[in-house]
């Protein structure tokens, strides 16, 4: 008998030290796992936000064109409403294009796919340097030509199309992605005479 109580501890001696090797294993195999979920929530997370905050931008920049129809400068205005809604954005901005929409779906000045400026017959494009929109090309779009007089069926859509750059927090995901996001709207009937 007293030989068998010396045994006994030794044996729950080493049952716990495999225990304690065996959830050391499990630790090493999970950490990395948990660390990439993490870090993924996280980078996908601030994406996710700035991708909602570039189409924000564009909307308001849509929203200012289409409620200065006929105005001069517009296309000025708008650059500044989107630059006021991209104030607190991760993103770094790059392209901005004011563009009449047709009616018939043409002058789309983007290839949607590549998210590059193809060209455009009524435009304003702008680059973003030196912390500021500066304009970049386009053919314009005057003031004066804008059909927002008259029957609704006859007015002019406007579309502001943004393109930004989202730096990845941690590079575990790639070092940057591309967001592009446009909003199109009708322009607002101008009241009284358009002359």
């Known amino acids: 008998m007293v030989q068998l109580a010396s045994r006994r501890p030794a044996k729950l001696r080493r049952g716990r030290a495999a225990d304690r090797g065996a959830a050391l294993v499990e630790a090493a195999m999970v950490t990395p796992l948990l660390v990439l979920l993490v870090f993924g929530i996280i980078e996908f997370g601030l994406l996710f936000k700035d991708t909602s905050s570039v189409a924000a931008a564009a909307a308001s920049g849509a929203r200012t064109a289409a409620t200065q129809a006929r105005t001069n400068g517009y296309q000025d205005n708008v650059a500044a409403a989107v630059t006021g809604a991209l104030s607190s954005v991760g993103a770094t901005p ?8 047709e009616k018939n779906g043409l002058n789309q000045p983007v290839n949607w796919s590549s998210a590059q400026i193809t060209g455009c017959s009524t ?43 989202h730096d990845m927090l941690t590079g575990m995901f790639g070092s940057a992605r591309t967001i592009t996001e446009k909003t199109v709207m009708r322009l607002e009937p101008v009241p009284g005479d358009c002359r």
């Open 123 to 165: 435009c304003y494009k702008f680059t973003w340097s030196g912390g500021q929109w500066v304009p970049s090309g386009g053919s314009g779009w005057a003031a004066a030509a804008q059909q927002a007089c008259g029957p609704v069926a006859t007015t002019d859509y406007v579309g502001v199309w943004i393109k930004a750059r």
């Open 94 to 101: 790059q392209e901005l294009v004011v563009y009449r929409v």
